[in-house]
């Protein structure tokens, strides 16, 4: 048998398994599978059988078809790069990769999951740790990978992956034509998560004739918005197996992903920055040690929903170190839609009277609270009161929302400074490149790697509030730093370093403020990673507003991030027709529910009805916090989703699976009848309706079905198995 299988284990539904080539044993490889479809993998050719290549003189007529792609991919400085046409194109499989022998590896225990812990060498010295961490129940694996020297010389690294997974795939023992496709997910400011799912052969990932040449798609994002044109997630789908593999990475900055082909079988890697991406190196001294960010992966058999379930759910482990309070999914308002940037004491007050007994928790007073000194818009970095809006003080408006019954919040962008302020000129405590302060529009960043930033932003940042009594901060991040600063290190793993300290500050406010509950913004949806919503009860999904496409945003997002943690806009304006109001607020039940906009000036009808509609929200949370999503869209007459047509359909079942949520919008162009089918093991009924009118909608032979819904009008209706008695 030509590949080595040098370890298996089966762990909840996953195999795992370590392979190595028969002529090199301790070169160890990573493949994973579903546990029930281990048995129908199968041996690979041992050559490349095509006429071009038989007709070929010895050797080049018995070429190798497969390799096996190493566990830990690794570049330093000075030995040879990759060939087949990869330099400038990848650092993997240089001449560092090749060298890595296993030392050793064993199996343990920690914290109730299992660790396979796998020990590799160089032929320079630096020694690797692969840890693999996997969680049986939960049908997930998390890896670890940790670069040492050992050494008595500095030895630098230009690269090293956080994960590297081959095989794929191990159901076909040819190159896998025609079955294999690649999921990835793009990102742009307002129009985040759009899933793309492309064929290997149309990105150009075949097997080379003879397997010589390199093919490679690599992707990623470079500056501290690590979700600014990509997500950190790439996927494989063999759909004649019907067998899905995904990876995540979880890292606040730079990273990059690829696809990444020789031989018959394709292999998934990626890490953080690197010297072809965020002008990335790291040196290593005698006895340090530098670690890659953390990688979630999973296999299923099953399609990309099914993988995209395991991994979303492995961002529910830190929804237990929140605020208790966040397991009902409060509802937020912020007044960014209501005040633009102009909030008042008093503004506020009539607000939280409107919103008193409402069924909203969280009231956020949103960009304008603080002092401009050339009361121009974003002056921000002093974080010094606007008395002019506020005369009293902020703990006296925090202390009015709170007699309401209302949970004040505030907003923040503290990593960042605008002209205007007299933070500004503190250019010894921010960020720098070649020497000047690094500026990106009006913003300067403060350098977290500085103890004077971290104790001056806990006295204006920390100190505000614990002293004007606040529950709830919006923390707001409006622009990227760009590839990296100027430091002690490569620009890149300077910034990377700061960070790192970026981070430690949200730390220190979840242990200095426990109750405090946190919302990620990033202009909307740019830190949507798990590193950050680790660290956070909630996170922003959009900075889309009032746009007609937020229902496809939010449902594309269902796939990305997890629904107790995705905070979607419904701006209610005072001449909203019910219908209007309905489409809002309906997409709101596809994650957690902010309110904006006129809601204190809407009259006592729409009033009314968006009280009904928070009311169904809160009843049906349970379904949304614990379900699972299903988006189902008619056939669209342009792909553009700022002018959507035709209608969408989510569907959320519930844990137990004796309830569900049905999440319907219709945009334009399209007057076809509603059908969806029902979740399949019980017969339904319809028990609760709200939102747009719709005509007899009627449960029958497992499908759910209605008409007259008008365009641009959207509702939820809620299903309960019909239970059976003897």
């Not at 064929?199 to 470079?222: A, I, K, N, P």
């Not at 949200?506 to 202009?523: G, H, M, Q, T, Y």
């Not at 209608?647 to 076809?672: K, N, P, S, Y």
Request: charged residues 20%; proline residues 6%; hydrophobic residues 40%.
């Amino acid at each position: 048998m030509p590949i080595l299988t040098r370890a298996e284990y089966i762990i909840g539904d996953l195999c795992v398994r370590y392979l190595a080539p028969d002529d090199r044993p301790d070169a160890w490889g990573l493949s994973i599978l579903p546990a029930s479809m281990r048995e129908t993998t199968v041996t690979p050719r041992e050559h490349v059988d095509t006429p071009a290549v038989r007709g070929l003189p010895a050797p080049w007529n018995t070429l190798r078809a497969w390799e096996v792609d190493s566990l830990v991919h690794v570049h330093v400085a000075g030995e040879a790069y990759s060939g087949g046409y990869a330099q400038g194109r990848t650092l993997r499989n240089s001449a560092s990769t090749q060298s890595l022998a296993v030392r050793d590896h064993v199996r343990k225990s920690r914290d109730g999951r299992t660790v396979l812990r796998t020990t590799l060498v160089a032929a320079c010295g630096l020694v690797c740790v692969h840890e693999l961490i996997v969680d049986e129940a939960a049908g997930f694996l998390e890896i670890q990978t940790t670069a040492e020297n050992p050494t008595d010389r500095p030895l630098t690294l230009e690269f090293l992956s956080a994960f590297s997974l081959g095989g794929i795939t191990p159901f076909a023992a040819d190159d896998a034509r025609n079955r294999l496709w690649t999921h990835r997910f793009r990102s742009a400011w307002s129009a985040e998560g759009r899933h793309e799912a492309r064929t290997v052969e149309d990105l150009l990932l075949e097997r080379s004739w003879t397997g010589h040449g390199v093919r490679t798609e690599r992707f990623g994002q470079t500056g501290s918005l690590p979700v600014n044109g990509w997500f950190p997630v790439i996927g494989l789908e063999d759909r004649t197996a019907g067998v899905t593999w995904l990876a995540q990475l979880a890292t606040p900055g730079t990273w990059q992903l690829e696809f990444y082909r020789r031989a018959d079988q394709l292999a998934l890697g990626g890490g953080g920055g690197d010297r072809l991406n965020g002008e990335w190196l790291k040196t290593l001294r005698p006895g340090e040690r530098f670690s890659a960010p953390p990688a979630l992966l999973t296999v299923v058999a099953g399609g990309i929903d099914e993988a995209c379930d395991r991994l979303t759910f492995a961002q529910r482990r830190h929804l237990r170190t929140q605020p208790p309070a966040e397991h009902a999914l409060p509802v937020v308002f912020n007044e960014w839609c209501s005040s633009w940037g102009r909030p008042t004491h008093d503004s506020i007050v009539r607000l939280a009277d409107r919103l008193a007994g409402t069924g909203v928790t969280y009231l956020v007073i949103d960009d304008g609270w603080a002092e401009r000194p050339g009361d121009a818009f974003q002056q921000n970095g002093d974080w010094i009161v606007n008395r002019r809006a506020f005369p009293d003080g902020l703990r006296a408006t925090a202390a009015a929302i709170r007699a309401r019954g209302l949970v004040p919040g505030i907003w923040f962008e503290f990593e960042a400074v605008n002209p205007g302020s007299a933070a500004w000129h503190e250019t010894a405590h921010q960020l720098h490149r070649d020497g000047l302060p690094l500026q990106a529009g009006n913003r300067r960043f403060w350098d977290f790697r500085d103890p004077w930033v971290h104790e001056f932003l806990a006295t204006r940042v920390l100190g505000l509030l614990r002293d004007s009594g606040f529950g709830y901060l919006k923390v707001d991040c409006n622009d990227s730093t760009g590839p990296g600063c100027d430091g002690p290190e490569s620009p890149g793993e300077n910034l990377r370093q700061h960070l790192a300290g970026v981070q430690r500050f949200f730390a220190r406010l979840r242990a200095e403020l426990p109750d405090l509950v946190i919302e990620n913004c990033s202009s909307g949806g740019h830190r949507l990673e798990p590193s950050m919503m680790a660290l956070t009860a909630m996170s922003s999904f959009s900075d889309a507003h009032e746009t007609p496409d937020i229902p496809l945003i939010a449902a594309d997002l269902n796939r990305l991030v997890c629904a107790p943690q995705k905070q979607i806009w419904a701006v209610l304006r005072r001449d909203d027709s019910h219908q209007r109001l309905g489409y809002s607020l309906a997409a709101t039940f596809l994650g957690r529910m902010c309110l904006s906009g006129d809601l204190a000036e809407l009259d006592a009808g729409a009033a009314q009805f968006v009280h009904e509609g928070i009311t169904f929200y809160r009843d049906v949370a349970p379904i949304i916090r614990d379900g699972t999503f299903r988006c189902v869209r008619s056939a669209m007459d342009n792909p553009s989703n700022l002018s959507p047509t035709g209608q969408q359909i989510v569907v959320i079942t519930a844990h137990e699976q004796w309830q569900c949520l049905v999440v319907w919008h219709r945009f334009a162009g399209d007057h076809a009848p509603f059908d969806v089918v029902l979740p399949s093991g019980s017969t339904w009924r319809l028990a609760r309706a709200w939102g747009g009118a719709a005509d007899s909608p009627e449960v029958a032979a497992g499908h759910l079905r209605w008409t007259g819904a008008a365009a641009w009008s959207g509702g939820g209706f809620l299903l309960e198995a019909v239970r059976m008695t003897t």
